[in-house]
């Protein structure tokens, strides 16, 4: 197996909280809480969960536009968690950013043609008549126009913003793309388009996804693996048949439940979780899901269930599944 182009491992970040005049400590969030994970070369890791899980957050932090509380993050078996600003520019070559607002992560001032040339010139690696070439060769993989590139962000719909900011994220030939629901302020039918895209400069570029999003049909359609978040931790991942066709951990289960299926006569059984998801700045003492579980039993109260493999390939952090099951034999 190929090294992975991203690792993480035990990663955490805790915002504190300050009230008052004398700004002083009144908590912590506990946003990202000891996160591990791995994308491998041409593979599309999903991270999935409620809004207000720690998804963004996570990407953020991987990306280092947040800085880690602790943890280690390694680009192609690099340590860049502590990198200094400048000794990370090498390394933002290889990875990049598409973000979920189409629109606010454009600078409205800076034409479009501009706005994706701009990682050429700050990395210095052409200019003049090669950098406009580039941006309009990078502007046709995108499906738009070279002659949009005298165009201002507001001239452009939503989808096509968002093309433009593939087109950024492709400008430096990254080895990993992460995506903050890239699609979710989309029109479905323009959803549709820009995942096909993404999917077809995968296979074009050999690239890497780290794809956040809720939407699970979207997931479905584009992921290898899939990896489901609850309270800023990872509570189940494996390959994607894997999580949808046999979902171990009871709150991906429930999530799953809650997915419409296209055939009005296949009735599937919801899974109806009770309360409110927990706050993340007192989350509940072991396993952070059983005040909302319904199988909780005693242990679920107090003890942290460990992260393990429950059966080949797929791990997830439940009481439920106190061993590992062997590979069947053949």
Sequence with gaps: MNAPV????????????????????????????????KVAPGETLSLVGESGCGKSTLARTAMRLIEPTSGTIRLEGHDVTRLSRREMQPFRR????????????????????????????????????????????????????????????HEFSGGQRQRISIARALALSPKLIIADEPVSALDVSIQAQVINLLMDLQQQ???????????????????????????????EQAEK????????????????????????????????????????MNPPPGCPFHTRCPHAFEPCKSVVPAFRAVAPGHEAACHLYGVVQAPPQT
């Design 241 to 280: 048949r894997k999580v949808f066709g046999n979902p171990l951990h009871p709150y991906t289960q429930a999530l799953l439940s809650a997915v419409p299926l296209p055939n009005p006569r296949v009735k599937r059984q919801k899974r109806i979780l009770q309360g409110d998801v927990p706050s993340p």
């Design 205 to 235: 570029r050999g690239l890497s996804y780290l794809f956040v999003a809720h939407d699970l049909a979207v997931v479905e359609h584009i992921s290898h693996r899939v990896a489901v978040m609850y309270l800023g931790k990872i509570v």
């Design 6 to 37: 991203l690792e993480v491992s035990a990663l955490k970040k805790h915002f504190p909280v300050r009230k008052g005049l004398l700004r002083r400590s009144a908590g912590t969030v506990f946003a990202v809480d000891g996160v591990t994970f």
């Design 94 to 153: 290889e990875l990049q950013m598409i973000f979920q607002d189409p629109f606010s992560s454009l600078n409205p001032r800076m034409k479009a043609g501009d706005i994706v040339g701009e990682p050429l010139k700050v990395h210095g690696l052409s200019g003049g008549n090669e950098k406009h070439a580039r941006v309009a060769e990078l502007f046709a993989q995108v499906g738009l126009r070279p002659a949009q590139m005298q165009s201002f962000p």
